[in-house]
């Protein structure tokens, strides 16, 4: 798709571009990365597109959450204050359990949060609060996502309890 640098400030040429591939976000003014209805119109293109907005942008929780909501893993570019967000973070890991590797330190010990995350990535458990690492719930989950999340368990007496030992069949 060709797109004319020199119309990058261009709000409704940037928007008609955008609406037809959110990557193209990235040619476009600093103005208008900066302009939530641009940047709106580019993530449902494309969610991936929130990489290429400003700053406040990806402080925006609204703007986050489209994109999030799309694409899981986007919350990497979200500001550290979104990345403690718990509903910011929730969106994310239902959609990709990888998204926990990016979550506040706060939310790597949230029980929902964790759990919705090892359901369907078990490996990330590597990243969830040494606390919960050691909860059944939270190990049987991750360890039936994926079988290798028994090493990242904290409470090794959890592999010997029989309703793990089950899943590790």
């Known amino acids: 798709m060709e797109f004319d640098e020199n119309k990058n400030n261009d709000k409704e040429y940037v928007l008609e571009k955008v609406k037809e591939k959110g990557s193209l976000l990235d040619l476009v003014s600093e103005e208008l990365k900066d302009d939530k209805e641009v940047v709106m119109e580019a993530i449902k293109a494309d969610g991936n597109a929130l990489e290429f907005a400003s700053g406040r942008l990806k402080d925006d929780k609204e703007v986050v959450l489209a994109s999030v909501q799309k694409v899981g893993w986007t919350v990497c570019y979200a500001s550290e204050r979104l990345k403690d967000d718990k509903q910011v973070i929730l969106e994310g ?26 359901k369907n990535k078990g490996l990330i458990l590597k990243y969830a609060s040494k606390r919960l690492r050691a909860e059944k719930e939270i190990v049987s989950a991750a360890i039936q996502s994926d079988k290798r999340a028994k090493s990242y368990v904290s409470d090794s007496n959890l592999l010997d309890d029989d309703d793990i030992k089950k899943i590790l069949e």
Request: hydrophobic letters at 40%.
């Open 93 to 118: 890991v239902k959609i990709d359990g990888q998204e926990l590797y990016f979550a506040s330190e706060r939310l790597r010990d949230d029980d929902e949060v964790v759990y919705e995350a090892v």
